[in-house]
C-alpha cells in the first residue's frame, strides 16, 4: 500500500525543539516534492508550513516558520526541523507528496489538491 508516514510529534516545553519525519511506504520521496501541513484543531483548515522540491532542492517557508524551522532530504526522508516552539505552533503535522512545489505551493490547503497525503503527527507545544 502506497502512503506516507510522520514521525517525530510529541509534548515539549515552550523554546523547545522537535524533528519530524516524513517517509514514504510502497515508493521512494526522492521523485516528489514534499510540503508539510498543520491543522490547529480538527475540522479547521490546514496551514501550509514548509515544502521542499524533488529536483534543485529548493525550499519554501510559510511567514512563521522562517528562521525556526527547516525542511531537508536525507536517505530517501524529509524532514522538518522545528526549533524555538511556540504553543501556537501546537497542532497536528501532515506530509504531502507531489510533483512540484513552489511559492504558491503552501496555498494548497486541501487534501485533494495533493497526490498522496500523511495521516498526520501531534505536535504539543506546552509546560
Known amino acids: 500500500q502506497v502512503m506516507l508516514v510522520e514521525s517525530g510529534g510529541g509534548l515539549v516545553q515552550p523554546g523547545g525543539s522537535l524533528r519530524l519525519s516524513c517517509a514514504g511506504s510502497g515508493f521512494t520521496l526522492d521523485y516528489y516534492a514534499i510540503g508539510w501541513f498543520r491543522q490547529v484543531l480538527p475540522g479547521k483548515e490546514y496551514e501550509g508550513v514548509s515544502?521542499?522540491?524533488?529536483?534543485?532542492?529548493g525550499t519554501w517557508y510559510a511567514e512563521f516558520a522562517k528562521g525556526r524551522f527547516t525542511i531537508s532530504r536525507d536517505n530517501g526522508m524529509v524532514y522538518l526541523q522545528m526549533n524555538s516552539l511556540k504553543p501556537e505552533d501546537t497542532a497536528v503535522y501532515y506530509c504531502?507528496?507531489?510533483?512540484?512545489?513552489?511559492?504558491?505551493?503552501?496555498?494548497?490547503?486541501?487534501?485533494?489538491?495533493?497526490?498522496?497525503w500523511g495521516q498526520g503527527t501531534q505536535v504539543t507545544v506546552g509546560s
Open positions: 515544502c521542499i522540491s524533488r529536483s534543485d532542492g
Open positions: 504531502a507528496a507531489d510533483l512540484t512545489c513552489g511559492s504558491g505551493y503552501l496555498s494548497l490547503t486541501e487534501t485533494d489538491d495533493h497526490d498522496f
